[in-house]
Nanobody, 115 residues
Framework: QEQLVESGGGLVQAGGSLRLSCAAS????????MGWYRQAPGKQRVLVAT???????NYADSVKGRFTISRGNAKNTVYLQMNSLKPEDTAVYYC?????????WGQGTQVTVSS
């Protein structure tokens, strides 16, 4: 069964850091890109950052210079290093693995930034 497992969320004070991890397992094989999205209460899910197998990255303007996405040495793993966190970064963060045109989503991990 295809599965994305996320970890690393939690509660942190403004200005602090967190590192999110995501690993794909099960029936997910031919991943061509991975990424992170987030959804704040009452808002739509939006892109945070993506990275292709070739290492090309894309970031939301709101996180540029503060967040860094990277791929792990293990196949189909992705990380999101989040620095200088702000209260507006509070959201559920979802991992995405794109297998061709098919998106696979994780269950989400809560990130809460207190002021």
């Amino acid at each position: 069964q295809e599965q994305l497992v996320e970890s690393g969320g939690g509660l942190v004070q403004a200005g602090g850091s967190l590192r999110l991890s995501c690993a794909a397992s099960g029936g997910i094989f031919s991943v061509n890109a991975m990424g992170w999205y987030r959804q704040a209460p009452g808002k739509q899910r939006v892109l945070v950052a993506t990275i292709t197998n070739g290492g090309s990255t894309n970031y939301a303007d709101s996180v540029k210079g503060r967040f860094t996405i990277s791929r792990g040495n293990a196949k189909n793993t992705v990380y999101l290093q989040m620095n200088s966190l702000k209260p507006e970064d509070t959201a559920v963060y979802y991992c995405l693995a794109r297998e061709g045109d098919v998106p696979h989503w994780g269950q989400g991990t809560q990130v809460t930034v207190s002021s």
